[in-house]
């Protein structure tokens, strides 16, 4: 393999979001943006799997005096147990010497992080006063940003943004953390990327496997603004068509993407898929246009699906048969609280409807936060035994403890805590109210997770059915399965997918 890669990227996670996930979209569309304005960019995903020096080694083979930076792809870091503790892949120590050892490759290399998890790297860094070995750390949706940056390195030169900005060519600065990190957002709703026409291309480089899921953007941000949320682009006004991609484009990617790879289950990552009627009908029309007996999972949300009920037959139509629902809680005042008022009955006849509807073909996935105002442990044990039951039409309840950063996040309760009950506490990485605190809701959450599985209540999910294709399993055989009858077998199926993936990145032609 030849040393001439501009950018490397990493990608990693915890083994069960391996066994799990499929490719994370946002590392990919940064390669791809950057190959389209003919830079050589190289993904490496799983890289913590592999034994020091097979990285090194690696890295050794690919980072060159013209390799300009190597980013890290946040999105994964995320553990599990919901964004407390340690949560880059492997420990401190590992991670800031693997970046010391990539400045000793090329000492003018740049250490980039980004991705859905950048504000908690961030907050650690502020925290801890340490910049584990990152120089910039990149908010947001980031094409246009990572592309000024690669540009103003490679022209080593002072360059008007898009945006109007002139910055310093090596340090593309909006701020600086105390520990000497630059944080660049100054793009961080992608306003400056023209996403509507924007054309997905998987490389040879990416090493997509024969029959594997691969996620799908089909939209940007959400025309919801949930009071606990932080993400960019909330919302945003659902009739601007500027943030939704053509029926063609979406059509070529997914005709490409079967005669290449044999693709046919996506995920749509968008942040809420049916937002929109016409999302749904251009989604139908691509599915009946492929001529591809094509399978989607992704975020919905429950309400749109109650109050038309149109939508139901269109999911149908297009093989919607894997959903997630933000529910977040079942007791309404606490849903309320948050901008979701619906009546919690009418929530569990629209999940009956469902199940009704894909003739129980379907995977529900159900998300609950604990420690959302106005709940109450009596109200959450109340709800929560109705989850419990197997009957229930939701396959997967997952829970996590409300999480609000103090620190870097700017969401409503972040912004104003104290009208909504809550009192900061652990300098700012926690919080507690009348009724309960940080610790107790992320112990609680971890209980039911733990007991759900033990129990077998807890079935194969949305994303789980999507990351297991790769395995070799069929939505027929998932279909109403327990999640503890196939992650067993998982660990030594993901040992087979990810020693063929480093075989096929390892002997990459040059």
Request: aromatic letters at 14%.
């Amino acid at each position: 393999m030849s040393n001439f890669y501009h950018a490397i990227l990493l990608a990693d996670g915890t083994e069960q979001h391996h066994f799990i996930s499929t490719k994370p979209m946002g590392v990919y569309r940064i390669a791809n943006v950057l190959r389209e304005n003919n830079y050589r960019v190289l993904v490496i995903e799983m890289y913590s799997s592999l034994k020091q020096h097979e990285l090194y080694a690696f890295l050794a083979r690919v980072v060159s005096d013209k390799t300009m930076f190597v980013g890290y792809s946040s999105t994964l870091f995320i553990p599990a147990d919901r964004r407390n503790g340690n949560f880059l892949p492997g420990t401190d120590q590992e991670f800031t010497e693997l970046n010391a050892y990539l400045k000793t490759l090329n000492k003018n290399l740049r250490i980039v992080l980004g991705g859905a998890a950048s504000k908690y790297f961030a907050r650690k860094v502020y925290l801890e006063n340490n910049s584990f070995g990152i120089d910039y750390i990149f908010h947001g949706l980031g094409e246009q940003m990572i592309l000024d940056f690669a540009n103003n390195i490679a022209n080593n030169r002072t360059q008007r943004f898009s945006s109007k900005i002139t910055v310093d060519p090596l340090r593309h600065v909006n701020s600086k953390t105390k520990s000497g990190v630059y944080q660049i957002e100054y793009d961080r709703f992608g306003s400056s990327y023209n996403f509507h026409d924007s054309v997905h291309t998987w490389h040879d480089d990416d090493c997509v496997m024969p029959n594997e899921s691969l996620p799908l953007e089909v939209s940007r941000g959400c025309s919801f603004k949930c009071k606990f949320c932080s993400y960019p682009l909330i919302g945003r006004d659902s009739r601007d068509m500027s943030y939704i991609r053509t029926e063609e484009n979406i059509l070529s990617e997914i005709l490409s993407n079967y005669e290449r790879f044999g693709t046919t289950t996506y995920t749509i990552v968008d942040d809420t898929f049916n937002e929109r009627l016409d999302k749904l009908e251009m989604m139908a029309r691509v599915r009946d246009r492929s001529k591809i007996d094509l399978n989607f999972v992704g975020f919905n949300r429950i309400e749109l699906i109650a109050r038309k009920p149109e939508q139901l037959a269109l999911l149908k139509a297009m093989n919607f048969n894997g959903m997630t629902f933000g529910i977040e809680s079942l007791h309404r005042p606490s849903a309320a609280s948050i901008g979701k008022g619906m009546d919690p009955e009418e929530i569990k006849d629209t999940l009956y409807k469902l199940r009704e509807t894909f003739d129980n073909k379907i995977f529900i996935t159900g998300g609950f936060i604990i420690g959302l105002p106005h709940e109450t442990p009596e109200t959450f044990e109340k709800w929560s035994s109705w989850v419990d039951d197997p009957a229930c039409p939701i396959d997967l309840p997952t829970y996590s403890p409300l999480n609000i950063n103090f620190i870097t996040d700017k969401s409503e309760f972040s912004e104003n805590p104290g009208k909504y009950g809550y009192t900061i506490i652990n300098s700012g990485t926690g919080w507690k109210n009348d009724y309960w605190d940080f610790d107790t809701c992320r112990g609680i959450a971890i209980e039911k997770l733990r007991t759900d599985y033990d129990t077998g209540r807890g079935r194969v999910g949305a994303f789980h059915a999507s990351g297991l294709i790769k395995f070799g399993y069929t939505f027929d055989f998932m279909y109403g399965r327990s999640v503890r009858d196939i992650l067993p077998q998982i660990p030594w199926l993901y040992k087979i997918y990810r020693d063929a993936y480093f075989s096929k990145l390892f002997n990459l032609p040059g």
